[in-house]
T-cell receptor, first 114, second 113 residues
Framework: DAEITQSPRHKITETGRQVTLACHQT?????MFWYRQDLGHGLRLIHY???????NKGEVSDGYSVSRSNTEDLPLTLESAASSQTSVYFC?????????????FGEGSRLTVL | TQLLEQSPQFLSIQEGENLTVYCNSS?????LQWYRQEPGEGPVLLVT?????EVKKLKRLTFQFGDARKDSSLHITAAQPGDTGLYLC?????????????FGKGTKLSVKP
């Protein structure tokens, strides 16, 4: 069955370190998204991609970057982790437009920055 | 900035009771989606409504999109413990890119046996 997987599921890091969260989907979806979920804020969009070599900033993109070298993967990099980036991160993909189609979410990556 | 307000934030009820969750905005949306999220997992789509006034039913769940496309409701009849979870509404923005799906903060539902 097609799926979307995130790794690692849990990570603890220190302030200032670079961290990369992996996201891999086997649906062959063109559209991929990264969200963070925090108490009191819900799901907020960090970056998204419509296809290979395409990346776009979302609502809360400062301090994050993504790259799309193939259809299956959209890794999220925190260049210099900050305590404010402690959160649960969700990757998602969709075949068509997210607003009228379906977002398929991964199980999440819980990141703690000490 | 478009916002989606969900109410109530928390809801704890007994098995068999009925409940309604609301999703409201001052903005007009092209579509409205409802997701359910269980602890330790990602959200899963329940339904998408795209037409003002549209009503969709999914077993004991009834979803309605407001006539003006600014609000939506989720009604659960005879709630069961398996309905426990975080319910999220998400609005599609007119003229926005595919990335512009705005999520509400969620309603955490607990159904006690």
């Amino acid at each position: 069955d097609a799926e979307i997987t995130q790794s690692p599921r849990h990570k603890i890091t220190e302030t200032g370190r670079q961290v990369t969260l992996a996201c891999h989907q086997t649906w062959n979806h063109n559209n991929m998204f990264w969200y963070r979920q925090d108490l009191g804020h819900g799901l907020r969009l960090i970056h998204y991609s419509y296809g290979v070599q395409d990346t776009n900033k979302g609502e809360v993109s400062d301090g994050y970057s993504v790259s799309r070298s193939n259809t299956e993967d959209l890794p999220l990099t925190l260049e210099s982790a900050a305590s404010s980036q402690t959160s649960v991160y969700f990757c998602a993909s969709s075949r068509g437009q997210a607003s009228t189609g379906e977002l398929f979410f991964g199980e999440g990556s819980r990141l703690t920055v000490l | 900035t478009q916002l989606l307000e969900q109410s109530p934030q928390f809801l704890s009820i007994q098995e068999g009771e009925n409940l309604t969750v609301y999703c409201n905005s001052s903005s007009v949306f092209s579509s409205l989606q409802w997701y359910r999220q269980e602890p330790g997992e990602g959200p899963v789509l329940l339904v998408t409504v795209v037409t003002g006034g549209e009503v969709k039913k999914l077993k004991r769940l009834t979803f309605q999109f407001g006539d003006a496309r600014k609000d939506s409701s989720l009604h659960i009849t005879a709630a069961q413990p398996g309905d426990t979870g975080l319910y999220l509404c998400a609005g599609g923005q007119y003229g926005g890119s595919q990335g512009n799906l705005i999520f509400g903060k969620g309603t955490k539902l607990s159904v006690k046996p």
